[in-house]
């Protein structure tokens, strides 16, 4: 028996109707399945024309386009594997991208290519081009070529797609993710979920990520649904295009920005079947003022780019704030100390370790560090710190790497966040520890108000006294109109860390 390509034969099993829509631009114009499977076929031509191989990684750095969208397809099929970059990273930072993973293919808008051509040359890899339009030389290689393509093999443990890890400590590192991490995954997620052919999903994510690279385009594809596929979140043209959709995934800043628009009203939303979060965390606040507005409950999840997704809350039954849900079917995950790996009891706080298909293979071209990274019995060490409920609901307390140590005490940001964010006027915070003579580390925050609150570093600190254990209760409050994020939305704690790190003197 001939072996198939592992991920895109279950996306070619999902086709029920090749007329049917896929994708659905802002303006009107559709991509059938019949168009994506052949222009995914047409760029797997193109690839293969160019010398791409199986194994070969291709680096991508465009933007979002439903063309873009075809390449990962046509990588995928073509046997190589798909390395997406952010739109953001400056040509020093693709530099380290390329000469680590080595790709035999650079494609970038074509502003980018006089800076980027030197770094491809480099290693001696292939420059090509393709913007937000979908136009550029791959774009016309792809135009000419044959939409008609023999899938090459690929088996359920071959790579399908390197993602680099944002890395705010230290290297970035390359995820390895196989063809059936990606399929099963999504797979579980369109049950678990009760995808079908008849969704349309609001697609305001960036495709260089997991989240709607993975999570949102996988899964529409394997239901067989179609996607409403805007280039990026843009409030009026969401507004505008909710009531065609059924489902939406975002970031919390999606939700926040929604419920400030007066135009965003339950009416306009009561015919959606799902809205979900990931990505950074959703408070409680968004959380409950959006159910408020809307009847909804947003339905948070956790996952992360090594392992696609972990948890959920429930399709059916309490859909929590401030949690992340249940792990998913066939995701087994404990809560250990991070030091000995003893499983904790529920309630008590350690590290997250997950188990099962979904989980990477490992850092790209760093065995030790993967190593490092995973117990004797299979389990990841995620980094990600959290405790179980009584009823197996997980909430995550923050990064390993964000715990503070206050004089011997350690203090979980998210925590002291979520007590800060029930204050009057508040909109968000961030909790960091920043060097401190004689604690090692002093608890700051660092607080958003919200429009038009006029909110004062005394405000901020007097309720947390009845509230938090005194070593809990920041040391110093600072107020900024907004908290910096990367672009999937997570508030960026090592720049503010760098910003205040000699707020005691001790920097």
Not at 368 to 381: H, L, N, P, V, Y
Request: hydrophobic share 40%; glycine share 10%.
């Amino acid at each position: 028996m001939t072996q198939k390509n592992h991920l895109f034969s279950e996306i070619r099993e999902a086709v029920r109707d090749p007329a049917a829509p896929f994708l659905q631009a802002p303006s009107g114009e559709i991509t059938s399945y019949a168009d994506m499977l052949a222009r995914s076929g047409a760029y797997a031509n193109a690839l293969t024309a160019l010398g791409v191989v199986p194994g070969d990684r291709v680096a991508v750095q465009v933007d979002k386009s439903a063309e873009a969208l075809m390449l990962y397809l046509g990588t995928v099929r073509a046997g190589a594997v798909f390395l997406p970059l952010n739109t953001a990273y400056t040509p020093a930072e693709v530099a380290y991208f390329v000469g680590d993973a080595e790709p035999a293919l650079l494609v970038c808008d074509p502003a980018r290519t006089e800076a980027l051509t030197p770094i491809a040359g480099k290693v001696g890899c292939r420059l090509e081009t393709l913007d937000g339009n979908g136009k550029g030389s791959l774009a016309t290689l792809a135009g000419e070529a044959s939409g008609d393509f023999a899938d090459v093999p690929r088996g359920p443990d071959d790579l399908a797609a390197i993602l680099y890890t944002s890395g705010t400590t230290g290297r970035s590192k390359g995820a390895m993710l196989s063809h059936e991490n990606l399929a099963s995954n999504a797979r579980m997620l369109v049950e678990y979920w009760r995808f079908t052919d008849k969704d349309v999903l609001l697609h305001a994510l960036p495709i260089f990520h997991t989240h709607g690279l993975f999570v949102a385009s996988n899964v529409t594809l394997l239901a067989g649904g179609s996607m409403l596929f805007l280039p990026k979140f843009d409030l009026a043209e969401v507004l505008r295009l909710m009531p065609r959709a059924t489902t939406m995934m975002g970031v919390p800043t999606f939700y926040a920005r929604l419920l400030g628009s007066d135009a965003f009203t339950r009416e306009l939303a009561e015919h959606m079947r799902l809205f979900v979060s990931g990505s950074a965390p959703l408070s409680a606040e968004v959380h409950k003022a959006f159910s408020a507005r809307t009847g909804h409950a947003i339905l948070e999840r956790y996952g992360m780019t090594e392992t696609n997704m972990n948890t959920s809350n429930p399709y059916d039954g309490d859909r929590r704030p401030g949690t992340v849900g249940l792990p998913l079917p066939g995701v087994e995950l404990r809560i250990a100390d991070p030091e000995t790996g003893k499983v904790l009891a529920d309630g008590e706080v350690g590290g997250i370790e997950v188990r099962g298909p979904n989980v990477f293979k490992g850092y790209w071209r760093m065995p030790e560090k993967t190593a490092s990274e995973f117990r004797a019995d299979g389990f990841f060490i995620t980094g990600d710190m959290g405790r179980n409920d009584e009823r197996g609901y997980v909430s995550i307390v923050g990064r390993a790497k964000d715990l503070i140590i206050s004089g011997g005490f350690n203090v979980y940001p998210a925590e002291v966040e979520a007590v800060i964010d029930e204050i009057d006027g508040v909109a968000e915070s961030a909790v960091i520890g920043v060097p401190h003579a004689d604690f090692g580390e002093g608890v700051v925050a660092v607080v958003a108000a919200h429009k038009g609150a006029a909110l004062t570093p005394e405000q901020v600190i007097a309720p947390l006294a009845d509230k938090l254990a005194k070593f809990k209760q920041p040391k110093q409050v600072y107020l900024l109109p907004e908290l910096p994020r990367n672009t999937m939305g997570k508030i960026q704690k090592n720049v503010l860390r760098d910003q205040y790190k000699d707020t005691f003197g001790a920097g």
